[in-house]
Structure formats: C-alpha cells, structure tokens
C-alpha cells in the first residue's frame, strides 16, 4: 500500500475522523476511514509515531493469586463489559502518575509496585491508531466506587477460578480477555 494523502472529515471533542487515501500494489485507490485522538494527523509517520495516549493497568493482589477487574457501563456498546482498569494519559503525566491516578479514581485502591511496563500497543488498528501501555503491578487497599460520574464502574478481585466462569459467560474487551484466558492456564 502506498499513502497518497490525509483528509481531515471532522473534529469532535475528543477524537477525529480521517480518510486515508491509498493506492494498492496494483494502482487502486481505496480510502480507508479512521478516528485518532491526534487532532492534526498530516503525513503517514504521524499515524504511528503519536504520543501514547493510555494506560492499561494488569494488576494482582499482593499473594498473585488474584486479578483486578472492572466491569464497566460501556457507552460505546451500550453494555457491562469486562476490563482491565485504564485511562488517557493526562498532559504532563508521566506513565506512572497516570497509572496511579487511574487506579485510585476508577477504584480506590493504591497501587504498591509496578513490576513492569509493556512496549506501547494499538488498541483498536481496525478503525483507529490510539496507541496504549500496559503496566503490570501490585494493588491493595479497599475498593471504592468510581469518583467520575461519566464512568459507572464495579471493581472487584478475581480468582483464576472465578475468571474461568466469567469467561465463559460474560463479555470482555478483547484484550483482557485474552491476558485473563492465558493467567488461568498458568
């Protein structure tokens, strides 16, 4: 594929929507529609070199033998889905404030370690380029109701057992689905 060009569609609050204009190996166009949160996307370098734009958090109790979970009101799909806690990164934050941030307003809980952090990924290269990180840790504390009333969010401590019903029986996002399936072969 090669890019021809980038056209802006339209500027919402929060993200924007792009056509990508390319011509396949045999000379077709195609124009490929995607949304970013990067408001002025010119060249095909600004499609994948952008800022990470969130945090992805994987965390366990402090034994390992539980995971954190949300099970959050999705707008999107108008819908409970299970997921791993995560958030934008704020202007000026670094990974790890936003980690401990996110954690505390969508949980309450308090993050004690981070044991490690993942190269970025793409959380949805189907129609967009936002790219995430994900930190791995340890968390304690109480669980506290989500401090946003934007976000209806109900966290709660899993075991491999309890994971392995849910998966069974309930919607995720993907990619926690995936961590989840794989934590309860281990």
């Known amino acids: 594929m090669k890019l021809e060009f980038i056209e802006k569609i339209l500027q919402g609050k929060f993200i924007t929507r792009y056509n990508l204009h390319y011509k396949t190996v045999s000379g077709k166009p195609i124009v490929y529609e995607i949304i970013s949160r990067d408001a002025n996307i010119q060249t095909q370098?600004?499609?994948h070199e952008g800022k990470i734009?969130?945090?992805v958090l994987i965390l366990h109790d402090k034994s390992g033998?539980?995971?954190?979970?949300n099970r959050e009101f999705r707008m999107s799909v108008g819908e409970w889905i299970y997921?791993?806690?995560a958030g934008l990164i704020d202007?000026?934050?670094t990974i790890?404030?936003?980690a401990v941030r996110e954690l505390k307003e969508e949980t309450g809980l308090t993050l004690d370690s981070i044991s490690d952090i993942w190269k970025e990924s793409y959380s949805t290269i189907g129609f967009g380029n936002e790219k995430n990180i994900v930190v791995e840790g340890i968390a304690s504390g109480k669980i506290l109701?989500?401090?946003s009333e934007n976000e209806e969010i109900e966290a709660k401590w899993f075991s491999k057992q309890e994971i392995q019903v849910l998966l069974k029986k309930e919607r995720f996002a993907a990619r926690t689905q995936s961590y989840c399936a794989l934590w309860c072969k281990k």
């Open 83 to 85: 997921n791993f806690p």
């Open 96 to 98: 790890e404030q936003a």
């Open 145 to 147: 109701p989500s401090d």
């Open 45 to 47: 370098s600004d499609l």
């Open 91 to 93: 202007n000026g934050e």
């Open 65 to 69: 033998e539980k995971i954190l979970l």
């Open 53 to 55: 734009n969130a945090v």
